[in-house]
């Protein structure tokens, strides 16, 4: 883990414990109810280890919240300068808009790629990038919210309740909420993928 990556996670894992806090959640409580096992919150929390979208989903979803918003939160003092207040919009607000150095990209998992939120706020949709790929197939990932993925560069393979589905550079799948998915590189080349997930109540799991 880079100087970078670390300071990264450090920011991430204390907006989990301050929000845990908030709550009146252990440890235990949260890493319980996210399906994730108490040593591992606790390293991540405090930089520790990184998570992967789908163990951060379910955090987020067993705080209340979103993984989207608990990554706008982690961003660093000055990541948000790009754009004036009034044109980036609030968490709320009718309008936000991001540009291209104006989110922090942070890491997650193991496989070294990185996400970085496509909008300000917590919103109906919650648009992400992704940077790079795991070379095998996670966990299963499930949520209520309908997903929308689209493939800017490379080759990924989605895998839905047990169906594969190959997207090159170009294409893209959409699906319903409280299907099982996961996907993985499909070629050497780097993948850059846009995923749109709907903010539907309800928890996410694996």
């Known amino acids: 883990m880079t100087d970078v990556d670390g300071d990264v996670s450090v920011r991430l894992g204390g907006v989990i414990r301050n929000r845990r806090h908030q709550l009146g959640l252990t440890l235990v409580d949260v890493a319980s109810q996210a399906g994730l096992s108490h040593p591992f919150l606790s390293q991540l929390e405090r930089g520790l280890a990184r998570p992967s979208m789908r163990s951060l989903s379910a955090i987020a979803a067993t705080l209340g919240t979103t993984a989207q918003a608990l990554m706008t939160e982690a961003e660093p003092a000055g990541t948000v300068n790009v754009v004036s207040q009034a044109e980036r919009g609030d968490s709320t607000g009718p309008v936000s808009v991001v540009r291209a150095g104006d989110h922090a990209a942070g890491p997650v998992g193991s496989s070294g790629a990185t996400v970085r939120a496509l909008v300000h706020g917590e919103r ?17 990932y499930q949520h209520a919210g309908e997903e929308f993925v689209y493939v800017v560069r490379g080759q990924v393979e989605i895998d839905i309740e047990g169906r594969l589905y190959l997207a090159a550079a170009g294409d893209s799948v959409y699906y319903a909420g409280g299907l099982r998915h996961r996907w993985r590189s499909a070629s050497d080349e780097h993948v850059q993928v846009v995923v749109v997930q709907q903010n539907h109540p309800g928890k996410s799991r694996g």
């Open 124 to 140: 109906a949709m919650l648009p992400v990038e992704f940077a790079g790929a795991p070379a095998d197939f996670d966990e299963y």
